[in-house]
C-alpha cells in the first residue's frame, strides 16, 4: 500500500489560505488520493479526493502534481473552525480501504 | 437523510464486562467499516462488514472482539471482558458500494467513547 508523509503540524492565519502538503511517491496509476479531516475527536469527515486532475468543491481544492507523487490540500479561507487533524490517504488499490495515518494537525489562529 | 448513527455516545464499563456498540449506517449503505481511536492515537482500521458477511476482520484484536452486520438492523460491534487497554473512541463508517469502488469515500459516524473502569 502506498503511503503519505505529512508535516505533523502546521499554523494557519485566519482568512488566508490554508496550504497542506502531502507526498506519496509511491502511489500506484489506480490508486485515489483522500483528504479527511477530524475536528477535536468528532468522526472523521470526508473534505474531497481525486485521481490525476485537480478538483475542488465548496470546501477545498485539491491540486496533485502531474507525477502524482505529491498534492496539496487548500482551504482557500481558513477559519477557526477549521482547526483540525487533517489527513491524506493514499486509497489501496488492493485492499481498498482507508487507512489512516498520523495526519497534520491544522492551528488556525486569530 | 440521516447519517451514519453511533449509540451510545459514550459507554462506561467496568472490567470484565460486555460492551456493545451500535451502528446504523447511512441509508442505501450497505458496507460498513468500524475504527478504532486510542487516546492520542490515530484511526486503526478494525472490521469490513457488508450485510450478513465479514469482509475483512484483519485488524480485529483475535480474542473478545466480534462483530456482526445481521439482515436486518443495526451493525454491532462486541467487546467481551473488557479491560482498560479497550478503553477508546469506536467509529463507525459505511458507504454505498463497498471498497471495489475507489472513487466513492465513506461516511463516518460520531463514535462511541468507552471508558472501561
Known amino acids: 500500500d502506498a503511503k503519505t508523509t505529512q508535516p505533523p503540524s502546521m499554523d494557519c492565519a485566519e482568512g488566508r489560505a490554508a496550504n497542506l502538503p502531502c507526498n506519496h511517491s509511491t502511489i500506484s496509476g489506480n490508486e485515489y488520493v483522500y483528504w479527511y479531516r477530524q475536528i477535536h475527536s468528532q468522526g472523521p469527515q470526508y473534505i474531497i479526493h481525486?485521481?490525476?486532475n485537480n478538483e475542488t468543491n465548496e470546501m477545498a481544492s485539491l491540486i496533485i502534481t502531474e507525477d502524482r507523487k505529491s498534492s496539496t490540500l487548500i482551504l482557500p479561507h481558513a477559519t477557526l473552525r477549521d482547526t483540525a487533524v487533517y489527513y491524506c490517504?493514499?486509497?489501496?488499490?488492493?485492499?481498498?480501504?482507508?487507512?489512516f495515518g498520523q495526519g497534520t494537525t491544522l492551528q488556525v489562529k486569530p | 437523510n440521516a447519517g451514519v448513527m453511533q449509540n451510545p455516545r459514550h459507554l462506561v464499563r467496568r472490567r470484565g464486562q460486555e460492551a456493545r456498540l451500535r451502528c446504523s449506517p447511512m441509508k442505501g449503505h450497505s458496507h460498513v467499516y468500524w475504527y478504532r481511536q486510542l487516546p492520542e492515537e490515530g484511526l486503526k482500521f478494525m472490521v469490513y462488514l457488508q450485510k450478513e458477511n465479514i469482509i475483512d476482520e484483519s485488524g480485529m484484536p483475535k480474542e473478545r472482539f466480534s462483530a456482526e452486520f445481521p439482515k436486518e438492523g443495526p451493525s454491532i460491534l462486541r467487546i467481551q471482558q473488557v479491560v482498560r487497554g479497550d478503553s477508546a473512541a469506536y467509529f463507525c463508517?459505511?458507504?454505498?458500494?463497498?471498497?471495489?469502488?475507489?472513487?466513492?469515500?465513506?461516511?463516518f459516524g460520531s463514535g462511541t467513547r468507552l471508558t472501561v473502569v
Open positions: 463508517a459505511s458507504s454505498p458500494y463497498g471498497d471495489i469502488n475507489s472513487n466513492y469515500g465513506y461516511t
Open positions: 481525486g485521481l490525476k
Open positions: 490517504i493514499v486509497r489501496s488499490s488492493n485492499t481498498g480501504k482507508l487507512i
